[in-house]
């Protein structure tokens, strides 16, 4: 079993002189500010709201919860770097290594995934919490715990009282072969500046390999 094991194990080297290189430390440095949000959330489900019904200004009721983002090694790799982890409540953790990355729940189970296949999209979202507000968020908006249409409060409800609406920011990680997870951040610069070196990276290694199909 033993054997088996170590023979299962990928080596995998890192050419710190490659020319992407300085891009995914972009990466890495961007990670490193993500993982200072207060609240980091994996939103797991939505639902549309009926808000006449539940009388609610909510679009959506969306089920999150809190995970943590990390740097870990895989067993199934056998490398010197850490990969930056995204947990996942629902499936694979998604890992960023500089050359792919990898949707993994155990060696038997996982997904390796070209950068070429990969999506990221940022935005901002307004999020009526109910819960303790961030003090890395910023609260644009108050509403009510139940309103009427016309987003005033609903007199019928005596122990009615205001929400905060707060803005965070918001990932979503896709690919061609059916990777779709949002995330959700306290800290809305943060989010979108690890967006942007994703993104970058993304870009400059799609090109790539658009010139490389030329030849």
């Known amino acids: 079993m033993t054997e088996q094991l170590r023979l299962s194990v990928i080596n995998l080297e890192i050419d710190t002189e490659d020319i992407y290189f300085e891009l995914y430390s972009n990466i890495k440095d961007a990670f490193q500010l993500l993982k200072r949000s207060k609240k980091k959330w994996d939103f797991t489900s939505l639902r549309a709201t009926n808000r006449v019904a ?37 499936g694979g953790d998604i890992y960023f290594f500089p050359a792919f990355m990898i949707v993994y729940e155990s060696n038997e189970s996982f997904a390796l995934i070209d950068y070429t296949d990969a999506r990221i999209e940022f935005s901002i979202t307004q999020f009526i919490e109910d819960g303790q507000v961030p003090e890395d968020s910023e609260i644009v908006d108050k509403t009510w715990f139940k309103v009427n249409k016309d987003g005033s409060p609903d007199r019928r409800f005596t122990n009615n009282y205001q929400i905060p609406v707060v803005e965070y920011g918001q990932l979503r990680i896709q690919s061609t072969t059916g990777v779709h997870e949002l995330y959700c951040f306290s800290n809305k610069e943060y989010a979108s500046l690890f967006y942007k070196a994703v993104y970058d990276y993304i870009d400059s290694l799609k090109t790539a390999k658009q010139l490389l199909e030329k030849f």
Do not use: G, V, Y
């Not at 969306?62 to 930056?84: F, H, Y």
């Open 54 to 90: 539940e009388r609610t200004s909510a679009a959506n009721t969306i089920t999150r919860s809190e995970i943590e983002l990390t740097e870990r090694k895989l067993p199934l790799l056998q490398t010197d770097a850490d990969a930056l982890c995204f947990h996942n409540m629902n």
